[in-house]
């Protein structure tokens, strides 16, 4: 497993990454980190919703209601154009802290 400091600067990243993909909600987003990290990492509840308003709050995700799942109404969340933006500001920004990384790791 990944520690959770190691990635905690990207996971709005990561969200809106699978965001990209279409419209989601909490719980599958979270299985989806899960699945597509082999496991390594899991994100927990708290911080999934931390970035979910932190992102809504500086618009680069909207939020609705979706149909009614076991009595309760699933909260969707979709990327906005800012969103999009943003996540391919911050995919340059990966890209560089690779490079940096790289530098110190690979000699």
């Known amino acids: 497993m990944i520690s959770s400091d190691v990635i905690r600067g990207h996971n709005d990243t990561i969200i809106l990454a699978i965001l990209v993909k279409g419209d989601s909600y909490g719980y599958q987003i979270s299985k989806e980190i899960a699945l597509r990290s082999e496991n390594m990492y899991q994100i927990k509840e708290t911080t999934l919703y ?38 391919h500001e911050k995919c340059k920004e990966w890209e560089t802290i690779k490079q940096i990384i790289d530098q110190f790791v690979k000699g």
Do not use: P, V
Request: proline share 0%; aromatic share 18%; charged share 25%.
């Open 50 to 87: 931390s970035s979910f308003n932190r992102l809504e709050k500086n618009g680069y995700i909207a939020s609705y209601h979706g149909d009614e799942t076991n009595g309760r109404r699933r909260t969707y969340y979709q990327i906005t154009n800012s969103g999009l933006k943003y996540y």
